[in-house]
C-alpha cells in the first residue's frame, strides 16, 4: 500500500467525500461522488452548466448537508473556534458599511482580538490593491472591487482553504486579471485553493488539477496538462471543443 501524503500537524486537510449525493426537488444533483482534497496543488472544477459544480463546493464548504455519504475533515472544524475554511462567491454579499469594517466584521466573528483587527484589514486591504477606498462604502465599489474586496475579507482570515464560485465570471477582462493575481498570491501564501470557472484559459492559468463533473458525477480527475492534451473520458473530450451542451 503507498504511504498517504504527508500533512502539516493539526492540518484540516484532506477533506474527503465518500460516496457523496446530494438531491433537491426530486432531482440528484451529485451523484456518488467520492473524492479527496489535499493539500498544496490548486483544484480547478469544471463541468457544463448544471453538472454541480457550485453545490458540490457548497457541500465541500458546509453550507448544504449531502443527502448521503460523508463529508470529513482530517481535523473537525468544533464551533466556537476559528474558521479554517473560507468561501467566495460570484456576487459577494457587501455589509451597509466601509470596506475596511466589511473585512473587521469578518475578523470579529472569527474572533480576533480587537487591537488585531484593523491592522490585519489595513493589511488585507493593501494586498488587493484597495487601500486608498478602505474607507469608502463597500457597495459603491464596482464589480471588480467588490470582489478584491470580498477575497481581502476571507484572505485576511488566513484560511488554510479557500473556495472560490466562478469569481470573476461578470468581471470584464481588467478586472478578472487583478482578480486571478490575488489568487495565486493566496495560494502562494499556502491556502488550498478550490475553484470553479467557465473559462477554459483561466482554468489552464491557475489550475494544477481538474475535478471535470458531468451530470453530478465526477468524470475525471487529471493535471492540467493532461485534461486538455489527453482528455480520458469523451465527455470531457466533447467539453473541450465547446461540443458538450451547456444546459
Given at each position: 500500500m503507498a504511504d498517504e501524503p504527508m500533512r502539516a500537524p493539526g492540518s484540516i486537510l484532506p477533506l474527503r467525500l465518500e460516496n457523496v449525493s446530494f438531491a433537491a426537488g426530486g432531482r440528484t444533483i451529485i451523484d456518488r461522488v467520492s473524492l479527496a482534497f489535499e493539500a498544496g496543488p490548486r483544484t480547478i472544477i469544471l463541468g457544463p452548466n448544471g453538472a454541480g459544480k457550485s453545490v458540490l463546493m457548497r457541500l465541500c464548504h458546509g453550507l448544504l448537508a449531502p443527502s448521503s455519504g460523508r463529508i470529513e475533515w482530517a481535523t473537525p472544524e468544533r464551533p466556537g473556534e476559528r474558521r479554517r475554511q473560507a468561501m467566495v462567491f460570484q456576487r459577494p454579499v457587501m455589509l451597509r458599511r466601509s470596506a475596511i469594517a466589511n473585512v473587521v466584521y469578518?475578523?470579529?466573528?472569527?474572533?480576533?482580538?480587537?487591537?488585531?483587527?484593523?491592522?490585519?484589514?489595513?493589511?488585507?486591504?493593501?494586498?488587493?490593491?484597495?487601500?486608498?477606498?478602505?474607507?469608502?462604502?463597500?457597495?459603491?465599489?464596482?464589480?471588480?472591487?467588490?470582489?478584491?474586496?470580498?477575497?481581502?475579507?476571507?484572505?485576511?482570515?488566513?484560511?488554510?482553504?479557500?473556495?472560490?464560485?466562478?469569481?470573476?465570471a461578470s468581471l470584464d477582462p481588467g478586472a478578472s486579471a487583478e482578480v486571478e493575481r490575488i489568487i495565486q498570491a493566496i495560494h502562494a501564501a499556502g491556502t488550498k485553493i478550490v475553484m470553479t470557472t467557465h473559462n477554459l484559459g483561466q482554468a489552464r492559468r491557475l489550475g494544477d488539477e481538474i475535478l471535470f463533473l458531468n451530470q453530478g458525477c465526477l468524470a475525471e480527475r487529471a493535471a492540467v496538462d493532461r485534461f486538455f492534451n489527453q482528455p480520458a473520458s469523451a465527455e470531457a473530450q466533447a467539453f473541450i471543443k465547446g461540443e458538450l451542451p451547456w444546459t
Open positions: 469578518a475578523l470579529k466573528l472569527a474572533g480576533i482580538a480587537a487591537p488585531e483587527r484593523i491592522r490585519q484589514a489595513r493589511a488585507a486591504l493593501e494586498s488587493v490593491g484597495l487601500a486608498d477606498l478602505a474607507d469608502g462604502a463597500a457597495r459603491v465599489l464596482s464589480g471588480g472591487e467588490q470582489q478584491r474586496l470580498a477575497l481581502a475579507r476571507a484572505w485576511a482570515l488566513r484560511p488554510e482553504v479557500l473556495f472560490l464560485d466562478e469569481p470573476t
